[in-house]
């Protein structure tokens, strides 16, 4: 077994070369963050703005749109099933993605990998409340994405 990305987008949104990219984001991230799992899978879901809106009130009492969700397993860091590690699941919504890849002006592929990446550090444990967390979520984000060659032009 190894490492796995399952993609959901009911919705057929174009998400160019992004599958490719995901297994590469979640086995660098697990690669960089010195996470030691095995077979770990995750889930990312790209949703459209009334599916955001409805999960972040319903989930985070919160009444945005939000690019990024993350829901992590809540049993432990991961769910060990059939020996694989579920990681949990990052919703993206898929409009804003990319509104914000024209505002930030890289690729859609660019934003789409920031945001799974952003998500799955998430469910991994990382958080941005202090500066301290901050600096060390966002070096890893800079680390995965710079390994992969994955620029912000």
Request: proline fraction near 1%; include cysteine; aromatic fraction near 10%.
């Amino acid at each position: 077994m190894s490492n796995q990305v399952n993609i959901f987008n009911e919705q057929g949104f174009n998400l160019e070369d992004f599958p490719k990219l995901a297994l590469g984001i979640l086995n660098q991230t697990l690669k960089a963050s010195k996470t030691k799992v095995k077979n770990a899978e995750v889930a990312v879901v790209f949703v459209d703005e009334a599916q955001s809106l409805l999960l972040n009130r319903t989930y985070r009492n919160k009444d945005y749109i939000a690019d990024v969700l993350s829901f992590a397993n809540q049993d432990e860091v991961s769910v060990k099933s059939k020996d694989i590690s579920d990681l949990g699941d990052v919703y993206v919504c898929y409009p804003k993605a990319e509104h914000q890849a024209i505002e930030y002006q890289h690729s859609l592929n660019r934003e789409l990998s920031f945001l799974f990446l952003h998500g799955l550090l998430h469910n991994l444990g990382y958080d941005h409340e202090t500066k301290e967390e901050e600096k060390v979520m966002f070096q890893l984000q800079k680390t995965v994405l710079t390994t992969l060659k994955i620029f912000r032009n």
